[in-house]
């Protein structure tokens, strides 16, 4: 694929394996993810799921086990230490949840970023001071630029964390539990902040937090189980039919190259299905029926019709108006 076609990030089947103790972690068991260009994602999940393990792959901090990792044409499992210090250096910016990773403590918030712009060589003298207040400015902390980390809340310290992740004019910025730290008021804040960025600059952006409530800020929302993607929600806003604007929030399973998908968990309690199930093609969806039973009104499957899932019929399309709606949609999942 050229280069200029290709998502921003592309993880196909994603595999890490950790060793401890001699026994085997797999951290990400064939994850697929794909983000396109100027996309805002944030990728949610349980403590264990996988979040951050695929984070630090992405960053350049581990490499996986198998599969595939691209990031703006950097392939993630070949390059060599050489690239990976340029990678790391240009083409990616960074947000941790620990605010001390992301600021000098003896740094004001402006010398912060400058001192960012200056590891990454990007830009000098005025243009350099005038980027640093622009950057300072779009997040809302310019006030605050000649203060140090602890006279700064920890939402106005994530602020300039963002400021600081691009001062090296990344094309993909990569966010670890960025209100991780924070009370709700401050992390809605924080979450508005990257948004404005991804929509100023248009900087690809990846939120990886445990979180529900981030899915209010993006678009998309990819979940994570056990080191897969499990379900996505995308967000839209529409105007009906009597003009009004309406938030529609749509869940969807995620389906693999080779047609698997994980039926979500709610799901698999509520008709028992376990260890294998009947599967139907119909003309528009593919059913599902557990395998140690029948439903009377189920149709029969043909004896041999176990055909792979062809489609990816919507979970549930629910449509939510209004945010109280959108967000029984997070809680239900
Ligand atoms: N260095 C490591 N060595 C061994 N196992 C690891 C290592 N790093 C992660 N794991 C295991 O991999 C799995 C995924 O961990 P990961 O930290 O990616 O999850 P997470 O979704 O980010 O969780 P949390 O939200 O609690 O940070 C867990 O079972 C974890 O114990």
């Given at each position: 694929?050229?280069?200029?076609?290709?998502?921003?990030?592309?993880c196909t089947d994603?595999?890490?394996?950790?060793?401890?103790?001699?026994?085997?972690?797999?951290?990400?068991?064939?994850?697929?993810?794909?983000?396109?260009?100027?996309?805002?994602?944030?990728?949610?999940?349980?403590?264990?799921?996988?979040?951050?393990?695929?984070?630090?792959?992405?960053?350049?901090?581990?490499?996986?086990?198998?599969?595939?990792?691209?990031?703006?044409?950097?392939?993630?499992?070949?390059m060599g230490s050489?690239?990976?210090?340029?990678?790391?250096?240009?083409?990616?910016?960074?947000?941790?949840?620990?605010?001390?990773?992301?600021?000098?403590?003896?740094?004001?918030?402006?010398?912060?970023?400058?001192?960012?712009?200056?590891?990454?060589?990007?830009?000098?003298?005025?243009?350099?001071?005038?980027?640093?207040?622009?950057?300072?400015?779009?997040?809302?902390?310019?006030?605050?630029?000649?203060?140090?980390?602890?006279?700064?809340?920890?939402?106005?310290?994530?602020?300039?964390?963002?400021?600081?992740?691009?001062?090296?004019?990344?094309?993909?910025?990569?966010?670890?539990?960025?209100?991780?730290?924070?009370?709700?008021?401050?992390?809605?804040?924080?979450?508005?902040?990257?948004?404005?960025?991804?929509?100023?600059?248009?900087?690809?952006?990846?939120?990886?937090?445990?979180d529900p409530a981030?899915?209010?800020?993006?678009?998309?929302?990819?979940?994570?189980?056990?080191?897969?993607?499990?379900?996505?929600?995308?967000?839209?806003?529409?105007?009906?039919?009597?003009?009004?604007?309406?938030?529609?929030?749509?869940?969807?399973?995620?389906?693999?190259?080779?047609?698997?998908?994980?039926?979500?968990?709610?799901?698999?309690?509520?008709?028992?299905?376990?260890?294998?199930?009947?599967?139907?093609?119909?003309?528009?969806?593919?059913?599902?029926?557990?395998?140690?039973?029948?439903?009377?009104?189920?149709?029969?499957?043909?004896?041999?019709?176990?055909?792979?899932?062809?489609?990816?019929?919507?979970?549930?399309?629910?449509?939510?108006?209004?945010?109280?709606?959108?967000?029984?949609?997070?809680?239900?999942?």
């Open positions: 694929m050229p280069i200029d076609q290709e998502p921003h990030i592309l994603l595999v890490r394996i950790f060793t401890a103790d001699g026994v085997e972690v797999q951290a990400l068991q064939g994850l697929n993810l794909r983000v396109d260009s100027g996309e805002m994602v944030a990728v949610v999940g349980a403590s264990g799921s996988g979040k951050s393990t695929l984070l630090t792959i992405l960053s350049g901090l581990d490499t996986a086990t198998a599969g595939v990792a691209r990031v703006a044409g950097h392939d993630l499992l070949t050489r690239e990976r210090v340029a990678y790391r250096r240009r083409t990616v910016g960074f947000v941790w949840q620990q605010t001390s990773r992301n600021l000098l403590p003896y740094l004001t918030a402006a010398e912060n970023v400058a001192l960012a712009m200056n590891v990454a060589r990007t830009r000098r003298g005025a243009g350099r001071a005038r980027r640093v207040d622009e950057l300072l400015g779009l997040l809302e902390v310019g006030a605050e630029r000649d203060r140090r980390p602890a006279e700064l809340s920890g939402g106005q310290q994530q602020r300039v964390a963002i400021a600081v992740a691009l001062a090296n004019d990344p094309l993909v910025l990569l966010a670890d539990e960025p209100t991780g730290e924070l009370d709700e008021a401050m992390s809605s804040a924080v979450l508005e902040a990257m948004r404005s960025v991804n929509d100023e600059l248009g900087v690809t952006t990846l939120i990886v937090t445990h981030v899915s209010g800020h993006v678009r998309r929302t990819v979940q994570i189980r056990d080191g897969r993607t499990s379900t996505e929600v995308l967000r839209s806003t529409r105007v009906d039919e009597h003009g009004e604007e309406q938030h529609v929030a749509e869940e969807f399973a995620v389906l693999d190259r080779v047609g698997r998908l994980q039926l979500p968990q709610d799901f698999m309690h509520s008709l028992e299905l376990r260890d294998r199930v009947r599967l139907a093609l119909e003309s528009d969806h593919v059913g599902v029926w557990p395998g140690h039973e029948r439903r009377p009104d189920a149709p029969t499957p043909p004896p041999s019709a176990t055909p792979p899932s062809s489609a990816t019929p919507p979970r549930r399309a629910r449509h939510a108006a209004g945010p109280e709606a959108s967000d029984r949609t997070e809680e239900e999942r």
